[in-house]
């Protein structure tokens, strides 16, 4: 979905921002995390060299996640007219 990753490192650089950290926003690492991002970001960064970019690791199997989810579970609330 727009923007692209070219889009927006160029976006950043219009608004004066001097470095940018990258969240690939998925659970799991996998072939778009571990290639295709790297790829398309090392690219689109090399167009800006005053942008200092750092690219972040996936959610994947973070040990807070688990505590996390038991969180939600624990907070779930009945549907209505669940009786």
């Known amino acids: ?12 650089v219009a608004d004066g921002v001097r470095e940018a950290v ?3 926003h998925f659970l799991a690492p996998g072939r778009h ?3 295709d ?3 398309r970001l090392a690219r689109a960064a090399a167009a800006h060299p ?5 690219l972040a690791e996936p959610l994947g199997t973070h040990p807070g996640l688990l ?3 038991l969180d939600r579970i624990a907070a779930a609330k009945p549907l209505p007219g669940d009786g």
């Open 37 to 39: 991002i790297p790829e």
């Open 67 to 69: 505590d996390i989810m």
């Open 1 to 12: 979905a727009p923007p692209g990753i070219d889009e927006g490192l160029a976006a950043l």
């Open 50 to 54: 005053g942008l200092r970019v750092r």
């Open 22 to 24: 990258v969240y690939p």
């Open 33 to 35: 995390s571990r290639d």
